[in-house]
């Protein structure tokens, strides 16, 4: 497909949801600028044609680089940006440790709230969106993931309204994917695993959600948005 | 009782370790500030900065909750803001709520629970906010860190019950403190705001059973409003709030 020179501004891009994102943002004709924590060679061999930036989001000069990096790609405003890069470990808090649970809030919270700010300024008349996570109501198995994505979300429903009319921010909180996260977080495979949804299919809906004007600041986006977003692009006429 | 307070230099902190001091409880305090004169025996003061990343205070306040627990009532009640646009506030300064209110009671709570210093029958009260309801446009990163200590909250409600722990969320509206006078708008009306006394008293009082605790009317009426239609909510407190505070940025 043609690009359509949008460009979009992707963290978390090497690895599950992110590069299922990655993946459909460039099928969409998206200038995809993806960062990750892996290095160049190590991507996956589907990682799809796109500037990709090595950075570890909990160094503290990762939002500067990846602003210093946009800057250079993007010469004008950047109309999407999409904070997607997040980690988290299934465990109860007596097994936790506090260097991995500052961890955890710098990768999933702060390091977003950061980069959100540095990227003010070239975000205008565009949208920005946060990726949270069911969890972020509470979660008895993962209280530090949960925390993170809590306070993501009352970040993106206070910045909402701070910025309405000049930047469109979007929280949008996915269930379950099958990206292996859970597994690597130390969550036990059990016949759920099998339930999980599909990072395309979840990839597909977030973009729609953000694309689209009209609908809450903040959503989630599990299994029954999922379903009936399908099945709406099948009736539409569109891939699924 | 054996308590632990935070913050309890002013506000709601200050309410609360007076209560405590005239019950005759045994109080052990965690403030940035300075143990004011004439304090009685039954107080132990612990000056220590909990924005604080270095790991000899944390093993210092480790080694307290060990020596000075379990304690039967734990009120984690310190906690700054940062009022203004969002990116007005220096990322330095949304770093330092995010730290004091979100990552040092998350810490706070895993050394009690490692150093098994929470008594069973007792109580863990995390000290939110009413933006947890309504939101908060204008304090991006305050809403954001009182948000994240509700969902920590709601995930170690079930597990320390099993303890004989029970956790619960004080939602406090706008209290007649000297923090909610620094970061009000400009001409706000103090007498509006709930007494830190009240709310103090209503901490003390509070069935175990009870997870979320809201002092006064105004603010139950807020919540529910809030849980009725979020949206909304965010909406007027953008109206009514941040078309104040956008003009005045405090930290």
Not at chain 1, 76 to 98: C, F, K, Q, V
Not at chain 2, 114 to 143: I, K, M
């Amino acid at each position: 497909m043609k690009n359509s020179g949008k460009a979009c501004l992707l963290t978390g891009a090497s690895h599950g949801l992110g590069l299922a994102l990655a993946q459909e943002l460039v099928a969409r004709g998206y200038h995809v600028l993806g960062t990750g924590r892996r290095p160049l060679h190590e991507l996956p061999t589907d990682y799809p044609d796109c500037a990709y930036l090595q950075v570890d989001l909990t160094q503290a000069d990762a939002a500067a680089r990846i602003a210093e990096w946009t800057a250079q790609e993007v010469p004008g405003p950047l109309p999407l940006a999409i904070l997607n890069a997040g980690a988290g470990r299934y465990r109860p808090l007596s097994e936790e440790t506090a260097a991995e649970m500052a961890e955890v809030l710098q990768i999933n919270f702060d390091a977003n709230l950061h980069l959100t700010h540095m990227l003010h300024p070239k975000l205008q008349g565009g949208t920005l969106g946060l990726i949270g996570s069911v969890a972020h109501r509470g979660a008895a198995g993962m209280p530090v993931y949960a925390a993170s994505k809590g306070a993501l979300d009352g970040f993106g429903r206070a910045l909402a309204e701070e910025w309405r009319g000049t930047v469109r921010v979007r929280v949008l909180h996915p269930g379950p994917v099958a990206t292996g996260m859970s597994e690597r977080a130390g969550r036990p495979r059990d016949m759920m695993d099998s339930l999980f949804l599909s990072p395309r299919a979840v990839a597909m809906t977030l973009l729609d959600r953000l694309n689209t004007a009209r609908g809450a600041d903040r959503q989630v986006v599990s299994f029954a948005q999922v379903a009936r977003h399908m099945l709406w692009r099948k009736l539409a006429g569109g891939r699924a | 009782m054996n308590i632990l307070l935070t913050g309890a230099a002013s506000g709601l902190g200050a309410a609360l370790l007076h209560d405590c001091i005239a019950r005759g409880d045994s109080i052990t305090v965690i403030d940035v500030g300075e143990c004011p004169p004439d304090m009685p025996e039954t107080v132990t003061w612990l000056r220590h900065d909990l924005s604080a990343i270095d790991p000899v205070l944390w093993d210092e306040i480790s080694t307290a909750f060990a020596r000075h627990g379990p304690f039967d009532l734990a009120v984690l009640s310190a906690g700054i803001s940062a009022t203004g646009p969002f990116e007005a506030i220096s990322p330095q300064a949304h770093r330092q709520v995010s730290r004091v209110n979100l990552h040092a009671p998350m810490r706070l709570s895993l050394e009690l629970q490692q150093r098994n210093a929470l008594a069973a029958g007792g109580r863990l009260v995390f000290v939110a906010s009413l933006s947890c309801f309504t939101g908060y446009p204008g304090a991006a990163s305050y809403a954001a860190s009182k948000d994240g200590l509700a969902a920590f909250a709601r995930s170690l409600r079930k597990p320390m019950r099993r303890a004989g722990v029970a956790v619960q969320l004080l939602c406090p509206g706008p209290m007649d403190t000297p923090h909610a006078t620094r970061y009000a708008p400009k001409g706000a009306r103090a007498d509006r705001r709930i007494a830190p006394e009240k709310v103090a008293q209503m901490v003390l009082d509070a069935p175990r059973a009870r997870f979320v605790l809201l002092p006064g009317a105004g603010a139950k009426l807020a919540a529910m409003l809030g849980r009725l239609a979020p949206e909304l909510m965010t909406r007027i407190m953008g109206r009514v709030l941040f078309a104040k505070l956008k003009d005045q940025t405090m930290l």
